[in-house]
């Protein structure tokens, strides 16, 4: 793997923002702006660790609740039914399409609990410089970056149901707590999988095997 | 200046023979690509680099379809139900109203942005960029706008929202008469469009546009 140079030791540097190629002076290279885009230049980016663990681990405090409190609430001539996101699941389980309920379980629970996993592993192993599975833990951080947003899947099911579900005492749907919890949740899982750097994985010890 | 382009190469008018994939920090040699070849870095499997089946024209035509059917998927009713013979409809609108007047202000502020603020910016934005681009061109604000769009990233969901309609109409459909309305038709187009621009490299832009007449441009 030696073969592939990379950008560091040939004293170049590419623009993320809009994929410039540019060659490093003697110079610091942090406080430089790409030449095409202007947008400010990084090696790596800034305090990745500091920026994605304090993320990473405000959104799980957000998961918490987002998961304890109910998210919504049924009100149907005077029968109140409050739901979290798991009771959400169970109940399109039982009642509607078993097949939508899988989805919704994968967005609402399994893709944050895999972005808490694959974040945490890849922050724990880039900051231990491991060489273990590089090439799957890259395609670890691409597969968190593409479904991330998906979650959101719940808050927009709530969001419109609520606007719809307004029939006063015959059927009502009110937002709980809950919901506002997993937005954040989120919205903070994607910013922090947008702090981490990727090209950490490859820095660090040199590849034994392949 | 510390910073320069290596070599002989004009920064702004030149495709640059080296590409540097974003993931791994890996150098390539750029090999031209024929029409929807997929260029992807030999370390980590990236994509690098992706030649679009697509002239700028034909993406400006479908923007413009995309547009459309944003204003209408955003104007029109989403879903109707009806009980005991009462009917309630909602529109985007609604839904961002309801939600801040319910206590959830948060999530009112996340659906405005992610399903009509962004979207309508981007679909603007790369209008814009396209009608220049189209005769080889940089749009006036080419440099900001372009930078901008990077950063909208993932923060447009209507793809999303079409599945989280979805997945309402099915909860929805066990206690009352559900009637789809026009909104959630124009959004199922949305999707398919979306999912249509989602494999167009936009850097390519950068390459393939020069400054030359953007001064004389409007």
């Given amino acids: 793997m030696s073969a592939l140079p990379r950008a560091d030791e040939l004293g170049l540097i590419g623009c993320h923002v809009c994929g410039q190629v540019c060659s490093l002076g003697s110079e610091d290279a942090e406080a430089l702006a790409c030449p095409r885009c202007g947008s400010a230049m990084h090696r790596r980016k800034p305090a990745v660790y500091a920026r994605c663990w304090a993320l990473l681990i405000a959104a799980f405090l957000m998961y918490i609740p987002a998961n304890v409190l109910p998210i919504m609430r049924t009100a149907s001539l005077g029968d109140i039914d409050d739901n979290t996101i798991l009771s959400g699941v169970v109940e399109l389980w039982v009642k509607g399409s078993p097949g939508l309920a899988v989805i919704v379980f994968c967005a609402s629970i399994m893709v944050p609990m895999l972005k808490f996993l694959a974040l945490g592993t890849l922050l724990i192993s880039c900051q231990r410089g491991s060489n273990w599975a590089r090439r799957q833990r890259a395609q670890l951080y691409r597969l968190v970056e593409l479904i991330g947003y998906w979650s959101m899947l719940d808050v927009f099911v709530v969001a419109l149901l609520t606007a719809l579900v307004r029939f006063g005492y015959f059927s009502l749907v009110e937002p709980l707590p809950g919901v506002v919890f997993f937005g954040l949740t989120v919205v903070l899982t994607m910013f922090a999988s947008m702090c981490f750097d990727p090209r950490l994985i490859w820095d660090g010890k040199e590849d034994s095997d392949d | ?218």
């Fill in chain 2, 1 to 218: 200046m510390a910073l320069s382009p290596p070599d002989t190469f004009d920064a702004v008018s030149t495709v640059h023979p080296l590409l540097i994939c974003e993931h791994c920090d890996t150098v390539h040699h750029r090999c031209p690509l024929a029409m929807g070849e997929v260029a992807r870095c030999a370390r980590c499997g990236a994509v690098l680099e992706r030649c679009r089946g697509m002239r700028a024209g034909t993406m400006l035509a479908m923007l413009l379809t995309a547009l459309v059917v944003f204003v209408q998927a955003t104007l029109w009713p989403i879903v109707t139900l009806g009980l005991n013979g009462q009917h309630v409809h909602a529109t985007l609108w609604n839904v961002v109203q309801i939600m801040w007047n319910d206590h959830s202000q948060v999530v009112a502020v996340l659906v405005a942005a992610t399903l009509f603020v962004f979207p309508l910016i981007k679909i603007l934005t790369l209008g814009w960029l396209l009608l220049y681009a189209r005769n080889g061109r940089r749009a006036p604000g080419f440099r900001p706008l372009m930078v901008g769009l990077h950063h909208l990233g993932p923060w447009t969901m209507s793809e999303v929202f079409v599945l989280g309609a979805l997945v309402s109409i099915v909860k929805a459909h066990l206690y009352f008469d559900v009637i789809p309305d026009p909104g959630i038709y124009a959004y199922g187009v949305l999707m398919l469009l979306i999912t249509l621009f989602a494999s167009i490299d936009l850097d390519r832009l950068w390459d393939e546009t020069s400054d030359e007449d953007a001064g004389a441009a409007p």
